[in-house]
């Protein structure tokens, strides 16, 4: 049996137009997952950062913390050699227990220094949480946002690929078995794209130059020709 050839270039054009739509949709679908993920990581390095500031803010708190303990207990010290200084019987006791209330007292203003600074840091720390925590809520209702979006596109996608997939079956029944699956496999191949016009007298899909013999086979278009280079079927644009 021959094989009009025009008439299945006809019909392959037209099924690579559905093809194409049918690889665009396919690559909505595959890419959704990828595209989630990238939010993802990025909305979890935002809150690395919130944990990380939050985590400072803590230590700072605890420092200033163990330093008040540190000084209420020294002054606590103090209190009790000065009243030890009001029962002692020599001068020699005396000056010892004030040898001892004055290195307190030296301590205690260091550690009301440390103190004041430290407060002056959980201040700054706890502004940054603050900046950071709006700047997690802002990313986090985007991201969200944005996978609703992404969610929304795939479902169309996967529901016209359904469609497309409909009417490429009924499409593919018109074709000569041979001719599709030769189609098919560049199709395959060349992600998507297996069908070219050929433009002057170039390939269309790797622009490499075609013999004068075989354009005028295409023009004649009575065997199926693909392009040496690219394996692309090559057809006349009328
Ligand atoms: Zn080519």
Redesign the pocket.
């Known amino acids: 049996m021959m094989v009009d050839v025009k008439a299945q270039l006809v019909k392959l054009v037209e099924l690579h137009k559905l093809d194409a739509q049918i690889y665009a949709r396919r690559r909505v679908v595959e890419e959704h997952p990828r595209r989630v993920e990238v939010l993802r990581k990025t909305l979890q390095g935002v809150r690395a950062n919130l944990t990380m500031l939050e985590e400072r803010l803590k230590q700072l708190q605890m420092e200033r913390k163990e330093k008040e303990m540190d000084l209420s207990g020294k002054e606590e010290n103090v209190r009790k050699y000065q009243g030890q200084q009001m029962q002692v019987k020599s001068n020699k006791e005396y000056s010892a227990l004030q040898t001892e209330i004055d290195g307190l007292k030296a301590d205690n203003s260091m550690l009301e220094e440390e103190i004041l600074h430290l407060f002056d840091e959980i201040d700054r720390a706890a502004a940054r949480v603050a900046e950071e925590r709006q700047r997690f809520a802002q990313e986090e209702k985007r991201v969200q946002g944005e996978e609703l979006v992404l969610g929304e596109e795939r479902k169309t996608a996967e529901a016209e690929l359904t469609q497309l997939n409909e009417k490429r079956k009924q499409m593919v029944p018109s074709l000569d078995p041979l001719v599709l699956k030769n189609y098919e496999r560049v199709l395959a191949n060349r992600a998507g794209s297996a069908l070219?016009p050929i433009q002057g007298d170039?390939?269309?899909?790797?622009?490499?130059h075609l013999p004068p013999q075989v354009i005028n086979e295409l023009k004649r278009s009575r065997e199926i020709i693909?392009?040496?280079?690219?394996?692309?079927i090559?057809y006349c644009e009328e």
């Open positions: 070219v170039a390939c269309g899909g790797c622009h490499t693909a392009c040496e280079r690219c394996s692309r090559l």
